[in-house]
């Protein structure tokens, strides 16, 4: 899950225009836009999280987290502003600390323990300036300088500000004025000569002086594709240069003495390839500490963010034992591989190294080698077991000599092994002695080689981040963003009402003809209420798109409006969605309802043995009309029976008025009505059939 922050410069040197008549703020919204695109084309761009940050001074910088939504972020993103200085070293500083914020408490860096390059987080900060003289308010300064002090608990286990699974790229937009004259020229993207370049090369990025769109969509491709899952390393050759294979001359080797050549030393990333199963990088064996682990120290000296590993161009066989773990990592096209690519010697190794990792000797012992794929494609770095050429081949015997039965010379020579090896490599040789089936060769107490006073300062900086730091930041950022929102909203809100306030108490000679019947309305309201109106009808129905849907919180500040005449009716909700929407809790159930309905479908339906009188009982119909007595009309439906009774005509005129009225009580569903309009039907034509009859007779 790489984390992709946004550095936008925010200063107002951002305000001047290209070209095309946008300003350089504009340009750096839509290079952000459009890497979100190209981004989002790459399947494996799920699980990135993103950051917006600018020069502002924190904690206003941190417009948007990696926990913000895609909505909040690009509305972070349109909103800003350029108006400020260009304090890069700050607005630096700010982003790797909030990248760090988090290590302590995961305990991702490993200090003092080997680092690991399968615990890694990768990041990539997108810096977008336009490269001119950086100011601050102490003056106008020609170099990049980071502030030294941050309140990040734990900043000085390391010496350098960032990671060397975080990188960072600038670009610098150097779009002119005026149309460019002359076709574009062609080709890569040169590197700019801003002082942002130098952080850009040390973090293993690099710069991008961009001239045109062309040239700038072009940049933002190739940062797409730099989004990988690695860590930086820096390589430096220790020793003589390597002898000349069969294919090269001894001019190329007079030319390699010359001089230090660029694949000497290069500062470049490994490739740490998630499992494809899992999505998470699997690894064995860790890179080793550039200093001899001491379990009397009350300290941990602080690391470099970058490990430096020599390399020895003296050729060396591979060696790999059956059962026994390496680690694969591909290097990153440099100088470097170029050259051992064109040596043309798959089967030859360089072995590497860790300046002052062992306990005797300045250059250490191997811990692994660089070797050219077989197919000559790319330059591996394999990580083994430390001090590999002794330890590989006594696991060699154990296995195919001794058959896991080591004998007593195999153990002295297994215990002179493990004094040469660091303390923090004893978890990792266990779990890879468990894999070839030797059990119980290690001692359980050799482990770590961390003394108890660094232990407890470690521990002691993850509760203290996590308890404190995390949160207070968090709330910083969130009572800082509330408070810039109600600041901005109360100062439009004062420049409204202060525009106004100058409109109505302007001079009435001041007043246009034909604003005259607006002002004297004004004039006449403000009079009769006592209180300055400052806002009229006009302005009311002014209301911005995204707040027109708040229609609740107008009725809320409206006047009460007064009741209905009728209180008996059901009151009517308000006009939104459905006009006909009634408020169901004033209107009256007949009894007689719920003895239609009875119980519910489906409940009870397999109870068949119930017992006489045992079942669920039915709740009795109280109308009298259901069991022939005298007539008394359902409540609430008296005015509908009582002109019925009044209504005068033939029976082929009651009876159409009678369907009618049917029809309709079908139509709300008032089963009840229906069946006392049918009753009621049925005793007309009783008493009209009966009234035929007496005229016959």
Not at 426 to 435: I, N, T, V
Not at 464 to 475: C, D, G, L, R, W
């Amino acid at each position: 899950m790489p984390v992709i922050v946004f550095l936008i410069d925010t200063s107002a040197s951002m305000n001047q225009r290209s070209y095309l008549g946008t300003t350089y703020l504009d340009v750096a919204k839509g290079a952000v836009e459009t890497f979100l695109k190209l981004r989002s084309r790459d399947s494996t761009s799920r699980g990135d999280r993103y950051m917006l940050v600018t020069f502002e001074d924190p904690p206003a910088a941190i417009k948007a987290g990696w926990k913000e939504t895609h909505n909040t972020f690009m509305e972070k993103l349109r909103n800003l502003q350029a108006a400020g200085l260009t304090t890069a070293g700050p607005a630096l500083r700010t982003v790797f600390d909030l990248l760090n914020l988090n290590r302590l408490v995961s305990g991702i860096d490993n200090y003092g323990q080997g680092r690991i390059p399968f615990f890694l987080e990768p990041a990539i900060v997108v810096a977008i300036t336009d490269g001119n003289k950086l100011a601050s308010t102490g003056g106008v300064q020609d170099e990049l300088h980071l502030p030294l002090t941050t309140p990040l608990p734990g900043s000085e286990l390391t010496k350098e500000p960032f990671r060397w699974d975080q990188r960072l790229f600038s670009l610098v937009l150097r779009i002119p004025g005026h149309a460019p004259l002359g076709p574009e020229a062609l080709g890569s993207v040169p590197s700019d000569d801003s002082p942002i370049t130098a952080m850009c090369e040390v973090t293993g990025g690099r710069s991008y002086s961009v001239f045109s769109h062309r040239m700038l969509n072009q940049c933002l491709e190739s940062l797409v594709q730099k989004i990988q899952s690695g860590v930086v390393i820096h390589f430096e050759k220790t020793g003589p240069d390597p002898l000349p294979t069969e294919g090269e001359g001894r001019g190329d080797v007079l030319e390699a003495k010359l001089g230090p050549q660029p694949w000497h030393c290069c500062r470049r990333l490994i490739y740490v390839r998630p499992n494809p199963k899992t999505g998470v990088p699997v690894g064995h064996w860790p890179i080793p500490e550039s200093f001899w682990p001491d379990q009397n120290s009350p300290t941990l000296p602080s690391r470099i963010a970058h490990p430096q590993i020599l390399f020895s161009c003296v050729d060396s066989e591979p060696v790999v034992v059956d059962k026994v773990p390496f680690d694969k990592y591909e290097l990153e096209p440099s100088p470097l591989t170029q050259y051992i690519l064109e040596r043309k010697s798959p089967h030859i190794c360089w072995q590497v190294f860790v300046r002052n990792s062992s306990k005797y000797g300045d250059l250490g012992l191997p811990f692994g080698y660089l070797k050219a794929s077989t197919a000559l494609s790319c330059v591996n770095l394999f990580v083994m077991p430390y001090n590999y050429p002794v330890l590989l081949p006594l696991l060699d015997d154990l296995s195919k000599v001794h058959k896991l039965k080591p004998s007593l010379q195999w153990r002295q020579s297994f215990e002179s092994y493990l004094k040469t090896m660091p303390l923090y490599y004893s978890g990792p040789l266990r779990k890879a002695l468990r894999m070839i089936g030797a059990l119980n060769l290690l001692p359980d107490h050799q482990e770590y080689g961390l003394s108890y006073s660094v232990g407890s300062y470690l521990k002691k900086l993850s509760q203290q981040v996590e308890s404190t730091a995390v949160y207070k930041i968090n709330y910083e950022v969130k009572a800082v963003t509330a408070a810039f929102m109600f600041i901005n909203m109360v100062f439009c809100r004062l420049h409204d009402i202060q525009s106004v306030i100058l409109q109505m108490m302007s001079n009435p000679y001041d007043v246009p003809r034909r604003h005259l019947l607006d002002q004297l309305s004004r004039m006449r309201r403000n009079l009769l209420h006592g209180t300055a109106c400052v806002l009229d009808q006009d302005q009311i129905h002014s209301v911005p798109i995204a707040q027109m849907g708040n229609y609740q919180d107008f009725l809320k500040h409206s006047t009460a409006l007064l009741r209905e005449v009728d209180s008996d009716q059901p009151k009517r909700l308000h006009t939104f969605g459905n006009p006909f929407k009634l408020d169901k809790k004033g209107m009256m159930i007949d009894e007689a309802d719920e003895f239609v309905s009875g119980p519910q479908k489906g409940k009870r339906a397999a109870d068949h043995n119930l017992p006489p009188g045992g079942g669920p009982k039915r709740r009795r119909c109280m109308s009298p009309l259901l069991h022939g007595r005298t007539y008394m009309f359902p409540r609430g439906y008296g005015k509908i029976f009582h002109l019925l009774q009044q209504l005068r005509g033939g029976l082929d005129t009651q009876l159409f008025f009678l369907h009618s009225i049917i029809k309709e009580a079908a139509r709300f569903k008032k089963r009840v009505l229906i069946e006392k309009l049918e009753l009621f039907m049925e005793e007309i034509h009783t008493r009209a059939t009966s009234i035929s009859h007496l005229e016959a007779v």
